[in-house]
Nanobody
Framework: QVQLVESGGGLVQAGGSLRLSCAASGRTFSTYDMGWFRQAPGKEREFVGTTRWRGAGTYYGYLADSVKGRFTISRNNAGNSVDLQLKRLKPEDTAVYYC??????????????WGQGTQVTVSS
């Protein structure tokens, strides 16, 4: 059974930082994209970022323009976990953050796998 398990959400003041982690199990994810989406109350799901295999245990990261410069995304060498570092958080970053896995992970299309989500709340 494939599982993506997130951790690291919480409540933080504006300008603060959080680190989200996602661990995958149940299949080999090393050549799969892994990344993050978020959904704020009353809004559509939004792509945040992805990591893509480029061979030899390395990955490149891609982030949405809305978070570029404040968030960083990284993948471990084994390819079975992905982290999202959130910095200079704003109240509009408040959302449930979901880990996702699949081929061609990006702003369009549907991931093959989802985590259960972790809440990030940024107070003003």
């Amino acid at each position: 059974q494939v599982q993506l398990v997130e951790s690291g959400g919480g409540l933080v003041q504006a300008g603060g930082s959080l680190r989200l982690s996602c661990a995958a199990s149940g299949r080999t994810f090393s050549t799969y994209d892994m990344g993050w989406f978020r959904q704020a109350p009353g809004k559509e799901r939004e792509f945040v970022g992805t990591t893509r295999w480029r061979g030899a245990g390395t990955y490149y990261g891609y982030l949405a323009d809305s978070v570029k410069g404040r968030f960083t995304i990284s993948r471990n060498n084994a390819g079975n976990s992905v982290d999202l570092q959130l910095k200079r958080l704003k109240p509009e970053d408040t959302a449930v953050y979901y880990c996702a896995g699949g081929d061609g992970l990006g702003p369009t299309g549907e991931p093959d796998y989802w985590g259960q989500g972790t809440q990030v709340t940024v107070s003003s």
